[in-house]
């Protein structure tokens, strides 16, 4: 789960990390009376307004602005709250801003330079430990700093069960060229965010830039965190920050019935019950020549029910020109998922106008096929995996 840059920056300082200090608006009036809360907690005069949406480079999209007093406040939170921000990683149309940011201005000029760093807290699969990814290039893309100096990215990996030890702070500290007060602040600061990625129960804490003011003090101007969904059950307090709007209304309504779907952009529907097998079947429609439009794993129980709310859920996706449903009858017998397959697509009245491929394999197969020739109804039935990848490239022929 994705969080805001402000719900972010507020589990960084649960944690004592230090942040650049904001407060949310949704209106040009509410800024306003925050910029002025603001000033009374931080004593800045000049505020920097950061429209908050699901996605990073909004600095180049437009959605990052310096207003150096109430009335500028007014006028760029009034431009940027309502806006579609196109960013790098965002689609075309961009995302609707409902809120923004009202942080203090922490660019200030003083008696050294501020320098911006990259630092980055998260899972390495492969080593099975987490991992501090930091540069001194922050402020930038990280994806085109790796591309043209990966010899400024440095790693440090941190065993889990032993957690981040003070050398290794230091180490990064060095790494990133500070000293002094500097120094000290960076090993403060990337052991509280350790602490904070670890506790949270996070994949992913990216800092860019981490900031070093002008009177060093080490701090996150921005917040990128994400949440381990397997983990919401016991972090209620992360769970409820959850922003609905931020994410695919499709992904969302297929949580609410307790379907696992993800939204992708081929043409082929796919039901299928398994990870394993949903994956399987992903690659035989590519391999078909076709795209598929979603991951839908229905579960175990492939009753009508919910063979009928997969349907739902795949046909809201318009890009969908044909479904291919692929389940094993392994404790559910096929007949019943045939049965139910026909009785869904009954239910549905004329919704289902694009062909429908059927592969039942395992108990009852056979009479599964039956059921579903014998329906009178446009589905393909097939038993086995090539047969339904025939099929599959078929109908694609067709479309
Ligand atoms: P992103 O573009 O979505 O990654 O948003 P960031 O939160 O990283 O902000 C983008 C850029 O805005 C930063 O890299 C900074 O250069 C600039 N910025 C952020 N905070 C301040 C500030 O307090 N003062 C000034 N002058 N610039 C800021
Ligand atoms: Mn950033």
């Known amino acids: 789960m994705n969080l805001h ?151 440090e990996e941190i065993d889990p069960a032993v957690g981040l030890l003070a050398f290794q702070a230091r180490k990064i500290a060095f790494n990133l060229g500070l000293s002094g007060i500097a120094f000290k602040e960076m090993t403060k600061f990337v052991t509280a965010l350790y602490k904070a990625y670890d506790q949270s129960d996070s994949n992913m804490f990216e800092i860019n830039p981490v900031l070093k003011t002008s009177d060093n003090l080490i701090m996150a101007v921005d917040a990128k965190v994400s949440i381990d969904d397997n983990s919401l059950y016991r972090r209620k307090q992360y769970a409820e920050m959850r922003d609905l709007r931020e994410e695919s209304p499709i992904e969302v309504e297929a949580r609410a019935v307790g379907l696992n779907y993800v939204d992708l952009d081929g043409n082929v529907g796919c039901m299928v019950n398994g990870a394993g097998l949903a994956m399987a079947t992903m690659d035989l429609i590519k391999m078909a020549g076709g795209e598929p ?45 045939a049965q139910g397959v026909v009785d869904a697509y009954k239910n549905m009245g004329d919704a289902i106008k694009i062909p429908i491929i059927v592969r039942l394999q395992g108990t009852n197969a056979e009479l599964a096929k039956e059921i579903i020739d014998n329906s009178g109804l446009a589905v393909h039935s097939a038993v086995q995996f090539q047969e339904a990848a025939d099929k599959v490239k078929e109908v694609l022929a067709e479309i």
């Open 5 to 155: 840059e402000y719900q972010g920056k507020e589990i960084l300082a649960s944690f004592g990390v230090r942040i650049q200090r904001g407060l949310v608006a949704h209106s040009p009036q509410e800024a306003v009376d925050v910029a002025k809360q603001l000033t009374r907690e931080t004593g800045t005069k000049w505020f920097v307004i950061k429209a908050q949406v699901h996605a990073g480079g909004r600095g180049k999209g437009g959605g990052v602005k310096l207003a150096k007093n109430l009335k500028e406040v007014e006028e760029v939170s009034g431009n940027i709250i309502g806006m579609n921000l196109v960013t790098p990683q965002t689609s075309a149309e961009g995302k609707k801003v409902h809120q923004v940011l009202i942080a203090e201005d922490v660019y200030y000029p003083g008696e050294s330079e501020t320098s911006e760093f990259y630092m980055s807290v998260l899972l390495n699969r492969s080593s099975g430990r987490n991992m501090i990814m930091y540069s001194t290039e922050g402020g930038m893309d990280i994806e085109d700093v790796a591309d043209k100096t990966p010899h400024l990215i440095f790693t």
């Open 293 to 337: 439009a979603n991951f839908l794993d229905v579960g175990g129980t492939a009753d009508a029910k919910r063979v009928e709310e997969a349907f739902r859920i795949i046909l809201k996706d318009t890009a969908v020109k044909a479904i291919l449903i692929n389940i094993f009858g392994g404790i559910v017998r096929c007949d019943r998922v």
